[in-house]
T-cell receptor, first 114, second 113 residues
Framework: GNSVTQMEGPVTLSEEAFLTINCTYTATGYPSLFWYVQYPGEGLQLLLKATKADDKGSNKGFEATYRKETTSFHLEKGSVQVSDSAVYFCALSSRMDSSYKLIFGSGTRLLVRP | NAGVTQTPKFQVLKTGQSMTLQCAQDMNHNSMYWYRQDPGMGLRLIYYSASEGTTDKGEVPNGYNVSRLNKREFSLRLESAAPSQTSVYFC????????????FGNGTRLTVT
């Protein structure tokens, strides 16, 4: 079945460091790929998405490229800030009979120190 | 801009008690979902409703029931709570169109003792 694997956290970085959070997936067909972010005490918010191979999603300085050949969708940011501290979830879309759902990875906690 | 509203935010139950988690969205979305979030396991789909009047099981439906009361509201009921149902529950909605994002509520933290 379809699945998403993320690197385990926590990831601890100093402010202005480069961020990579790895995400790989297993899927039949051509899913869309998403990154969601969860700040403490809140629900998940869409960060970025890509709908086909070689697409690059970007938002708030974060980027991820849909790599079909390596089945990956790694999240990157060139210079992290303390305010980026959160849990990041990689997800893929999977069709159901009459709708679709998102399948999530286990999440990666990012802690950015001043 | 309310988006997706869940109530209550916190709840403590004793084993065997029942309760209903409420969810409402004001975005005129067709599809609604209930997920549970557990440490190290990401989010798992409990039930979903592709459109008003329909509901279907997700990955972990045992011990839960749902009602799509109207287009706006989708409730989750625990008939006889168990400690294994201690979790954070998230309601989400989407337009239902392929590739459209899910919009999440802020969650309900449930503890069953």
């Amino acid at each position: 079945g379809n699945s998403v694997t993320q690197m385990e956290g926590p990831v601890t970085l100093s402010e202005e460091a480069f961020l990579t959070i790895n995400c790989t997936y297993t899927a039949t067909g051509y899913p869309s790929l998403f990154w969601y972010v969860q700040y403490p005490g809140e629900g998940l918010q869409l960060l970025l998405k890509a709908t086909k191979a070689d697409d690059k999603g970007s938002n708030k300085g974060f980027e991820a490229t849909y790599r079909k050949e390596t089945t990956s969708f790694h999240l990157e940011k060139g210079s992290v800030q303390v305010s980026d501290s959160a849990v990041y979830f990689c997800a893929l879309s999977s069709r159901m009979d009459s709708s679709y759902k998102l399948i999530f990875g286990s999440g990666t906690r990012l802690l950015v120190r001043p | 801009n309310a988006g997706v509203t869940q109530t209550p935010k916190f709840q403590v139950l004793k084993t065997g008690q029942s309760m209903t988690l409420q969810c409402a969205q004001d975005m005129n979305h067709n599809s609604m979902y209930w997920y549970r979030q557990d440490p190290g396991m990401g989010l798992r789909l409990i039930y979903y409703s592709a459109s008003e009047g329909t509901t279907d099981k997700g990955e972990v439906p045992n011990g839960y029931n749902v009602s799509r009361l109207n287009k706006r509201e989708f409730s989750l009921r625990l008939e006889s709570a168990a400690p294994s149902q201690t979790s954070v529950y998230f309601c989400a909605s989407s337009s239902g169109l392929w590739n459209s994002p899910l919009h999440f509520g802020n969650g309900t933290r449930l503890t069953v003792t």
